[in-house]
């Protein structure tokens, strides 16, 4: 419970740090967003090219690549915690929003903030314990059960930074909601992702 209030206390003291340097912040969450997304792309490439290897290894010369099923599977996380915050920037995770869509203008905008809230702590308590998680395995140098034996805390590490960026980006999209003259021009109105209304 103690860390409970611990990762608490530090997303509201990041809250007051990021609205004070607000579109230094946001200019440098969007180009890290976007360097983080250029790597899932190029990991999703990869890993294409890895299994298309592997396939052609194993049904054309009768040799499968060692550990090809681990190594994907580590991976993974990578290519979605990557994109996940660059997602969130720009409205295009799935949401039900119906009941939300009827509200007024201004409850829908409470509703938001609440909702963001509430998702921002989430995924700081989130990043919190999954950083303690990446630590042990890094401690004990984790490994896959068969060979080549991948190490698993790189794995383990990107799933803390892309919930805390996804936190950090929440935060951001509070402030935008209570101050958004303060705030570049959304990043929703440049997406291909969101419907306009």
């Not at 991976?75 to 929003?97: K, N, W």
């Amino acid at each position: 419970m103690t860390e409970l209030l611990y990762v608490i206390v530090a997303v509201l003291v990041v809250l007051g740090v990021l609205a004070l340097i607000t579109i230094r912040a946001e200019l440098f969450m969007r180009l890290i967003e976007s360097i983080l997304t250029y790597c899932s792309v190029l990991l999703i490439l990869g890993v294409m090219v890895w299994v298309v290897a592997e396939v052609i290894g194993r049904y054309v010369f009768n040799s499968p690549l060692p550990g090809h099923l681990e190594g994907a599977e580590l991976l993974l996380p990578m290519i979605v915690f990557f994109g996940v915050s660059y997602v969130q920037a720009r409205d295009g995770h799935v949401g039900m929003t119906f009941v939300v869509d009827a509200l007024p203008k201004k409850v829908r905008r409470v509703t938001d903030i609440l909702s963001l809230i509430v998702s921002a702590l989430t995924c700081a308590a989130l990043a919190y314990f999954a950083s303690k998680n990446a630590w042990l395995s890094w401690d004990y140098e984790d490994v896959t059960m068969s060979p080549p034996y991948w190490p698993v805390w790189p794995s383990a590490a990107v799933i803390p930074l892309g919930y805390g960026m996804i936190a950090v980006r929440m935060l951001l999209q509070i402030l935008q909601k209570l101050m958004p003259e303060r705030f570049p021009p959304d990043i929703v109105e440049e997406s291909d992702l969101h419907v306009t209304e």
